[in-house]
């Protein structure tokens, strides 16, 4: 492109030493192509910002990758540079947010499992003058906290919804396998479904984490009560499980579930799983990253302070197709 | 190296003066130090936002919150022994202190107070298991791990109805606690939390005890050798109790700062914590057979580890690579430590 002239060579030979500098420190701060994303602007235009997400995510989750993925497209279009980190307790989670204050972002997405841990440090927020927005839990907090918009999935709401779908599939006595025990949101979920489902249906607590213990614990449900004809599960992995149990059991029970990943839609598409209740994370995630934008770039704010639903989204048979191909590059 | 050795001055190899630096080079904690200057030389050259006042301050806040319980950890492990129910004990703690106070509309002080009587005894239970059973502390304390994890969900469960306490922000005593256990201290424009100064005055107290008491020879004592240390004449089994208990305290400490810092308890949390209060015993020197290191060591320790935890974030890395990093840094920084002890005793 240039004409290696003996001032550009010394520029080279310079980057050259720097660079090399730079490898032996370990990491660059400055120069390469960080700094060259970060001069031009693309996508959305505007100044580019600097947006950090703190979840209480543990590591290796599907959702949770997901929500990324939205987050990470939203912030390319936008010109963001977006950073994420995680911790599932509560105290590690806030000590993250302060780190994101302290790094001086332009914006912070926040998941608000644990309000209450999450008080003091949103109050450095609003003080340091960094909007902040809030995922998937805490709805109802999360005006409290001064969260300026809340995107999620009213439980109750995609409960009910997944109760309908298991009366519309025949079920007249049913399952709702809760693999957290204690987990408000998932009580919530059981509770909704229960309320217009119309027949009758009991919660089964399963220990979430150990997959084999969840697959007996079914089964020997199953085996026990030949009158169960449904089964709703609260996470897609349980789906999956539920399947096995009900083919040891000899049970015909019909199995629905919440969540969604690719094994998922390939087993709505042969049959062996009715339905599913999906949130839509990859939503979540985008939408957090470009209310901010929105935010900074045109000062709007969405929702009129109200959570803004991203789900329920029910995918069945019928629209298992379309949706295959946005599963299997792991967005939906 | 050798000139105090073949001088004329040392005639008895047992009473010769050693060389400074060498005296200085096998303390137990020099090798933590080495490990801590590098990593934070590395994250002020790495990370840009690590080098600012409040960024340091949210560093040293994330590492006395494992500090404060290496603190006791670390004794214990002198002493020669583990406590794998150190983690949930902090949520425990804090469970009882909170629904004592709300459920009886107590003055939160009571609350704290009755949870100081509660944990200490689960540590003398500990202790007084161990002793009785002569199981390895490994398998008692995994055993009440487990034991109060189920019950700090159960008890919640039984008496809330919910999975975390009641907040018990607007209650009697609430802010002088908050004072106390999780305030934030204005040092020149800049807030420092509390436990952070709680952490170094811990730390000093175990030093004091570990160097300048009797206990400290005891602890030392019973850690290297438990037999040869009851056959001097030295209380294994009182002191061993009371290392126990003084872990059960650390954890009510932590737990009263979990409270007051966030007024709620969720009843699982905690679980996987005992190992990080471990490992910054074990960065700091401390030997998994008990019988060597020190407080100190744990402290530079606990540093580290909050050192590492925060400055990856600081640095923007990938956060799926976080926990290799972590564990990567954990380990340069035990070898680097091993490294210098093993050449400072040759």
Request: hydrophobic share 50%; charged share 15%.
């Amino acid at each position: 492109m240039r004409t290696p002239t003996t001032r550009g060579r010394l520029l080279t030979l310079t980057t050259a030493a720097l660079a090399l500098t730079a490898a032996l420190a370990g990491c660059s701060s400055s120069g390469g192509k960080k700094a060259e994303e970060s001069a031009s602007p693309a996508g959305g235009g505007g100044p580019r910002l600097k947006i950090a997400m703190v979840t209480h995510s543990g590591a290796g989750d599907t959702f949770w990758d997901i929500v990324q993925k939205g987050a990470q497209a939203a912030a390319a279009k936008d010109n963001v540079q977006f950073l994420y980190s995680a911790d599932p307790d509560g105290g590690r989670q806030a000590q993250l947010v302060q780190t994101a204050i302290d790094q001086k972002v332009d914006g912070i997405v926040v998941t608000l499992a644990k309000p209450d841990a999450m008080k003091d440090v949103l109050a450095k927020a609003a003080a340091a003058k960094i909007p902040v927005v809030s995922i998937n839990s805490g709805a109802d907090a999360s005006a409290r906290l001064g969260a300026l918009v809340h995107f999620g999935q009213d439980e109750s709401v995609a409960g009910e919804a997944a109760g309908q779908q298991l009366a519309k599939i025949g079920a007249k006595k049913a399952l709702c396998v809760v693999h957290e025990q204690g987990n408000v949101g998932l009580e919530a979920r059981c509770a909704g479904a229960k309320k217009t489902f119309g027949g009758s249906m009991q919660n089964l607590y399963v220990t979430g984490t150990n997959m084999p213990q969840v697959k007996s614990a079914i089964t020997a449900k199953l085996q026990a009560d030949k009158g169960i004809d449904g089964v709703l599960t609260l996470g897609a992995p349980f789906a999956a499980t539920a399947v096995q149990s009900a083919k040891e059991a000899g049970s015909t029970a019909k199995i629905g579930t919440f969540d969604m990943n690719k094994d998922l839609i390939a087993s709505i598409k042969d049959g062996s799983i009715q339905f599913a209740v999906d949130q839509q994370p990859y939503l979540q995630g985008y939408e957090a990253v470009d209310e901010l934008w929105l935010l900074r770039n045109n000062g709007n704010v969405l929702g009129g302070g109200r959570p803004v639903l991203t789900g329920p989204a029910i995918v069945t048979k019928d629209n298992a197709d379309q949706i295959a191909p946005f599963a299997e590059r792991g967005t939906r | 190296m050798t000139q105090a050795t073949t001088g004329p001055a040392a005639a008895d190899e047992r009473v010769a003066r050693r060389d400074p630096l060498r005296r200085l080079l096998v303390r137990p904690e020099l090798g933590a130090l080495i490990g801590a200057v590098a990593l934070f030389v590395f994250f002020s050259a790495t990370a840009d936002a690590f080098l600012q006042t409040s960024s340091f301050s949210t560093v040293l806040y994330a590492s006395s919150t494992f500090g404060i319980m290496a603190v006791g950890v670390s004794l214990l492990m002198i002493g020669g022994e583990f406590d794998l129910s150190a983690g949930v004990m902090v949520t425990s703690s804090a469970l009882v202190a909170s629904l004592v106070s709300f459920q009886l509309t107590l003055n939160v002080w009571a609350g704290v107070a009755i949870s100081l009587a509660v944990t200490l005894a689960l540590g003398v239970l500990n202790g007084l298991l161990f002793v009785w059973t002569k199981l390895p502390s490994f398998i008692v304390t995994l055993a009440t791990f487990l034991m109060l994890a189920g019950a700090n969900l159960g008890v919640t469960k039984a008496v809330t109805g919910n999975v975390a306490s009641d907040s018990i922000r607007d209650m009697d005593g609430f802010a002088s606690a908050k004072d106390v256990f999780a305030s934030e201290v204005d040092m020149g424009g800049v807030n420092v939390n509390v436990t952070v100064f709680w952490w170094i005055a811990f730390t000093v107290v175990a030093t004091w005890i570990l160097l300048r008491t009797r206990a400290g020879n005891w602890i030392f004592a019973v850690g290297g050798n438990a037999d040869s240390a009851r056959a001097v004449g030295v209380p294994v089994a009182r002191t061993k109790i009371a290392l126990f208990a003084g872990v059960a305290f650390c954890a009510w400490f932590s737990g009263m700062h979990l409270l007051f810092a966030f007024a709620t308890v969720q009843s699982g949390e905690g679980v996987g914590n005992e190992f990080f209060y471990i490992i910054c015993a074990v960065i700091g020197g401390c030997l998994l057979t008990g019988g060597y290191g020190s407080a100190i060591g744990a402290a530079i320790g606990a540093f580290i580890f909050g050192m590492v935890n925060k400055g990856i974030v600081y640095a923007d890395w990938n956060p799926d690579w976080f926990r290799f990093f972590l564990g990567a840094a954990l380990l340069a920084a035990t070898v680097v430590n091993h490294l210098v002890r093993r050449r400072a005793e040759r």
